[in-house]
C-alpha cells in the first residue's frame, strides 16, 4: 500500500530547468527521509540526493551539487528536485525512494520503498 508516484520529467535544453515531485502514500511521512535516485541506459543506478525530517538537512552528490536543490512539504506529503543548468549528462531516469531513517545514506540498498521513475531527457 506505500507508494511513492514521482512526476514532472520532460525533455528540456541544456541549461534549462525542471522540477520533480514525488507524493507519497501509506507511510508515516515523518519518519523518512527521502532520497533521488537516477540511472541512465547502461550504467548503475546513482545517488543524486537525499533530505531529512529535522532541520531539514541536505545532502547531495558532488556532480549535482550547487545545480539541484530537494526540498520537502511535510503537509503534502511530497518530496521536490529542483533541477537548474541541466546538461546533457544528468539525462536518466530519476527515482524517488524513502528510508525509514534521520540517518542519510546514499546507499540504494538501505532505502525501504520505491516510485516508479520519471523519464528526464536534457538535449544539447
Known amino acids: 500500500q506505500v507508494q511513492l508516484v514521482e512526476s514532472g520529467g520532460g525533455l528540456v535544453q541544456a541549461g534549462g530547468s525542471l522540477r520533480l515531485s514525488c507524493a507519497a502514500s501509506?507511510?508515516?511521512?515523518?519518519?523518512?527521509?527521502l532520497g533521488w535516485f537516477r540511472q541512465a541506459p547502461g550504467k548503475e543506478r546513482e545517488f543524486v540526493g537525499a533530505?531529512?525530517?529535522?532541520?531539514?538537512?541536505?545532502y547531495y552528490t558532488d556532480s549535482v551539487k550547487g545545480r539541484y536543490t530537494i526540498s520537502r512539504d511535510n503537509a503534502k506529503n511530497t518530496v521536490y528536485l529542483q533541477m537548474n543548468s541541466l546538461k546533457p549528462e544528468d539525462t536518466a531516469v530519476y527515482y524517488c525512494?524513502?528510508?525509514?531513517?534521520?540517518?542519510?545514506?546514499?546507499?540504494?540498498?538501505?532505502?525501504?520503498?520505491w516510485g516508479q521513475g520519471t523519464q528526464v531527457t536534457v538535449s544539447s
Open positions: 525512494a524513502a528510508r525509514e531513517s534521520r540517518v542519510l545514506i546514499a546507499n540504494p540498498l538501505t532505502y525501504d520503498y
Open positions: 501509506g507511510l508515516t511521512f515523518s519518519r523518512y527521509s
Open positions: 533530505i531529512s525530517w529535522s532541520g531539514p538537512t541536505t
